[in-house]
Structure formats: C-alpha cells, structure tokens
C-alpha cells in the first residue's frame, strides 16, 4: 500500500474516494527516560530514548490507519497528516494521531 502527505500519486490516478482513515496513538514515558532527557537538556544533546518512543509511536499510528484502510480495500492513503500532542498529568503520555483518505487507484 502506498502511503504519502501528498494529494496525489505521481502516474497513478485515483479511482475512487473510499473515505478517510485514521490511526492512534498513546505512549508513555518513564522516568528513567524522563531522567535522562533532563540531562541532555543540561548537557545539551538529542534524546536518543525519547526520539525511539516517538518513531514507535509514528509506526503504530500509521500501521493502524493503513490497516483500517485495507478494510475498504485500498491500494493507498493520500494526504496524511501526523499529529503530536502531549496529554496526561504533567504532558506524561505522547499522542501521535494520523489521518488520510483511503482510495482506490
């Protein structure tokens, strides 16, 4: 399945519009990953552990889009658009929510 931000697929015209698809996502983080992006932003640095969290985060949104997507039997999602949020006491959980239109090519 093709996945793409863009509203279009370059050689493949859309067929059909069969709807729009989303996928969510809740992650938490612990305080050993909280603790130890506290020091990289004292010592400066990227957060390895928090930067692996929200890829996993980015991937289970879009294989749950994409897997409501071949329900409708779609070859590919065109316009996806991935939100960050945090939500939770103190912003202690990550949402990523992904959504496009599912369609037929």
Known sequence: MILTT???IENKPVKE???IVTGETIIGANIIK???AGIRDIVGGRSGSYEKVL???KD???KEMKERAMKYGADAIVGIDLDY????KNG???MVTA???AVKL
């Open 85 to 88: 949020e945090t939500v939770g």
């Open 99 to 101: 959504s496009g239109t």
């Open 34 to 36: 909280d603790f130890f």
């Open 60 to 62: 289970s949104a879009l």
């Open 55 to 57: 890829r996993q985060a």
């Open 92 to 94: 202690g959980m990550l």
């Open 17 to 19: 519009y069969l709807g």
């Open 6 to 8: 863009t509203h279009s």
